[in-house]
């Protein structure tokens, strides 16, 4: 058996990257595999060393769909707040493990689970997106198969998601999700940023519906919002999440 430390410090030199601060963009290409067998791999992410990734595209690329200064502060403050969250219960955890009082553990692993679920949601949806004159309109292949299946057309599919966004009560989340052992596709309304979630399900489209996410522009009128949000969605994206997914 392997320790952690040994491994992940093996894991660094085998896969060439540095062990600490690792950018969460980066992590899934700085899954480090084992090479003396196992075949496990580890995001070599130190506790508490999230970096926010950056956009991949300007403020204002989005327009007039999702206006610049929404993207700047949702990206810039409200992601970057996650990011703190998250980092701050890593570290929490991590003195609870050196100190072996795991007192406050329910609390701990509840702040991990929300600004943990809100930095990952955040990282997938801005990468869902581009510009229109760049997004890929409508999926293809496999992706599209599957949509077919699991909801009759790409359209039903698109009123399914769209009411499952435009109902969540309060923050949350609209999600496209695979799930592998039940071999399914579905959509689902998440609230803050995790639950209500079938476990084990692998989101490979999200909308976020949080107020924050549109009431600039928007204000009341999640609807509006939600609809002119199919302009941006990149399926290029949703096929690589897709394919990624399957291939676990
Ligand atoms: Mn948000």
Redesign the pocket.
Known sequence: MVNRRDFIKNAAVVGGVAALGVPFTNERMALAKESAGGGVSVAVTASGQHKLPPLPYAYEALEPYIDAKTMEL?HDK?HQGYLNGLNAAELALKAAQDSGDFGKIADLERALAFHGSGHAN?SLFWNNMKPKSQAKPKPEGALLNWIDRDFGSLEKFKEQFSAAAKTVEGSGWGMLVYQPLLGRLYTVGVLNHQNSLVAGAIPLLVL?V?E??YYLKYQNKRADYVAAWWNVVDWADVERNFQAARQG
């Open positions: 949702h409200h955040h976020d949080w924050h996410a």
